[in-house]
T-cell receptor, first 114, second 112 residues
Framework: DADVTQTPRNRITKTGKRIMLECSQTKGHDRMYWYRQDPGLGLQLIYYSFDVKDINKGEISDGYSVSRQAQAKFSLSLESAIPNQTALYFC?????????????FGEGSRLTVL | GEDVEQSLFLSVREGDSSVINCTYTDSSSTYLYWYKQEPGAGLQLLTYIFSNMDMKQDQRLTVLLNKKDKHLSLRIADTQTGDSAIYFCAEIFYNQGGKLIFGQGTELSVKP
C-alpha cells in the first residue's frame, strides 16, 4: 500500500461544482502539502500545513481551500471549479525531524473541469 | 523572489551523458534537490546536495553546485531508456518554514 494516498485519482467535473481531493498518509509525518502540476510550469505550491493547527497559503491559493482533519489527513477543496483549475494535483508529506527536508509524494489526482 | 528555472526539454541518445541544468534564487538554501517523475507517477527524490558541497556523486549521477552563480546541474552518465522522465530541481526556503519550491521540470527523452 502507498504511504501517501490520494483520492480520487481521476475526476471530471463541470464548471461551478464543488470538488474535494483527499490525501491520507501512514508515514507519521507532521507536514503536508498540496501542489498542482501544469505542463511547462512545474509544481506550484497551493497550501501547506506544518501541523494540525497550522495552515499556510502557498504561491497559488486563490480559488482553493484546505482542511487538516488530523495529522494523517489533508484535503483540498475547490469551492466552485473553473476550467483553468484543470491540472494534476499532488499531495506530499515531510517530517520536520528529517535531516534533508525530503518530500514524499502521492501518485496524483488528475482533475478536469469542463 | 522565489524562482527556480530549468529548460523544459532534453533529448539524448542511449549511452550518452545527459546534463540537466537549474538556476535557483535563495543563497541561504541548505539543501538543493533533484526529483524524478516517471510517466503516470508522483515525484521521487533522486538525489540532493548539501550547500557546503561542490559536487556529489552517486553511481551514474553527478550533482554539481556553483553557489556563486546559483547554478545546479545533474549529470547522468551512460543514459538509458529507463532514465526517460521529468526531472525537477528544487530548493528549500528555511526563512519560510522549510517549504520546497520546484522548477518547471526538464523532460528527458532517451532515444535508442
Amino acid at each position: 500500500d502507498a504511504d501517501v494516498t490520494q483520492t480520487p485519482r481521476n475526476r471530471i467535473t463541470k464548471t461551478g461544482k464543488r470538488i474535494m481531493l483527499e490525501c491520507s498518509q501512514t508515514k507519521g509525518h507532521d507536514r503536508m502539502y498540496w501542489y498542482r502540476q501544469d505542463p511547462g510550469l512545474g509544481l506550484q505550491l497551493i497550501y501547506y500545513s506544518f501541523d494540525v493547527k497550522d495552515i499556510n497559503k502557498g504561491e497559488i491559493s486563490d480559488g482553493y481551500s484546505v482542511s487538516r482533519q488530523a495529522q494523517a489527513k489533508f484535503s483540498l477543496s475547490l469551492e466552485s471549479a473553473i476550467p483553468n483549475q484543470t491540472a494534476l494535483y499532488f499531495c506530499a508529506t515531510s517530517d520536520h525531524r528529517g535531516n534533508t527536508g525530503e518530500l514524499f509524494f502521492g501518485e496524483g489526482s488528475r482533475l478536469t473541469v469542463l | 523572489g522565489e524562482d527556480v528555472e530549468q529548460s523544459l526539454f532534453l533529448s539524448v541518445r542511449e549511452g550518452d551523458s545527459s546534463v540537466i541544468n537549474c538556476t535557483y534564487t535563495d543563497s541561504s538554501s541548505t539543501y538543493l534537490y533533484w526529483y524524478k517523475q516517471e510517466p503516470g507517477a508522483g515525484l521521487q527524490l533522486l538525489t540532493y546536495i548539501f550547500s557546503n558541497m561542490d559536487m556529489k556523486q552517486d553511481q551514474r549521477l553527478t550533482v554539481l553546485l556553483n553557489k556563486k552563480d546559483k547554478h545546479l546541474s545533474l549529470r547522468i552518465a551512460d543514459t538509458q531508456t529507463g532514465d526517460s522522465a521529468i526531472y525537477f530541481c528544487a530548493e528549500i526556503f528555511y526563512n519560510q518554514g522549510g517549504k520546497l519550491i520546484f522548477g518547471q521540470g526538464t523532460e528527458l527523452s532517451v532515444k535508442p
